[in-house]
């Protein structure tokens, strides 16, 4: 089974990350993995510190002559940021971050604890991981990609990066949404057996693992619910060119928790981020007295960046169900498997 950790703090030293159940033979170039990377520190509002980190990967184990031989693959991406031990206490936890919850669930008296892990700078090891993923599924034809739809209510790119402009100036930030299209998937995986093995429900749950990621979309079920069903649900054709195929998407590439063939599609919305330069009311955790929230170095705007990261977990999300269908103990066997049942689909 293909599966995941990660471990580091924002000011750590570094972040490390180590992926199981990735099948040997599959060539690996950590230049792919540092490009993805880099479009994760990029996009229009983002903070200081993208200029400080030049994220670079170092893969320390699981590969020979740059091939996977079926080991875990032990990742390390550095901070050069790294200044933990030198940073002050934070006594004022910011409304909508986790500083206020971790601090009642572990015991803490400083949030530094907690908002040292749940920085989203987590998510530049889940970028690591979801680019190798990328790499297996590129193998069968399967890409994945996204787009930023909306930025603090507006569509287009210039007024997008006038209100950043503006919530920058009035120390503000701002939400969105990041749409994510994975093309070449094959209809089959996932199942309807279990509710853990639907592949909606994996999607859903990995997207909304992003930082500030409120609510997830799949296919255009937001449109879709004001809608009776003849003017929904997407009618089967057959040809012999093309097959079975549709000519709408509205499910989304999923049904009954099976990827049906179409394009997935999902949509990740994107709260604002809860850092802001002029602090909202919270309380000392140690005198309990109104006070206006820390501030911490952080970003106006993470929408195009959290698309990133969206394609990463989307990546893992569909190249576990992969392997769960097609597995095997080598890319060789791997694709006997999923040759053999492509075959088996034709009509």
């Known amino acids: 089974m293909l599966r995941f950790l990660t471990a580091g703090e924002s000011h750590g030293e570094a972040l490390v990350s180590i992926l199981e159940g990735m099948p040997s033979g599959l060539k690996i170039d950590a230049g792919d993995i540092n490009k993805d990377l880099k479009r994760r520190q990029e996009g229009y509002g983002r903070g200081a510190r993208m200029q400080i980190e030049s994220d670079q990967v170092k893969i320390l184990s699981g590969l020979m002559k740059g091939e996977t031989i079926g080991s875990p693959i032990a990742i390390l991406i550095e901070n050069k940021d ?24 572990y015991g803490f008296k400083d949030a530094r604890c907690v908002l040292e892990r749940a920085s989203a700078r987590e998510t530049a090891a889940r970028v690591s991981i979801g680019a190798i993923c990328k790499i297996l599924l590129a193998e069968f034809n399967i890409d994945i990609f996204s787009r930023v739809l909306m930025i603090g209510g507006v569509k287009s790119e210039k007024l997008m990066k006038e209100k950043i402009n503006e919530a920058a100036k009035s120390k503000n930030t701002l939400g969105g949404i990041f749409e994510v299209i994975i093309k070449g998937v094959p209809p089959g995986l ?14 859903g749950r990995a997207l909304m693992s992003i930082p500030a990621v409120k ?4 296919g255009n079920a937001v449109e879709c619910s004001a809608k009776p069903g003849s003017e929904v649900h997407d009618e089967i ?5 093309k097959g079975i195929y549709r000519k709408t998407n509205n499910a989304g590439g999923v049904e ?4 049906n063939g179409e394009d997935i599609i999902t949509r990740g919305y994107m709260k604002p981020i809860s850092t802001l330069m002029s602090g909202l009311n919270t309380i000392d955790i140690d005198t309990k007295k109104q006070v206006k929230a820390s501030t911490e170095r952080s970003d106006v705007c ?8 969206g394609e990463a977990v989307s990546s893992f999300v569909i190249a ?12 060789a066997e791997v694709t006997r498997n999923y040759k053999g049942y492509i075959a088996g689909l034709k009509m």
């Open 82 to 105: 790294f200044s933990m031990a030198e940073l002050p206490a934070v006594k004022n936890p910011r409304p909508g971050h986790a500083d206020m919850t971790g601090i009642l669930k």
């Open 190 to 203: 996932g199942s309807y057996v279990h509710w853990d093995r639907r592949l909606d429900a994996a999607i």
């Open 215 to 218: 609510a997830v979309e799949i």
């Open 237 to 241: 054709f057959y040809s012999k060119e």
């Open 256 to 259: 009954g928790g099976i990827s």
């Open 302 to 309: 993470a929408v195009p960046a959290a698309g990133v990261v």
């Open 320 to 331: 576990r169900a992969f392997l769960e269908k097609f597995g095997g103990d080598s890319i």
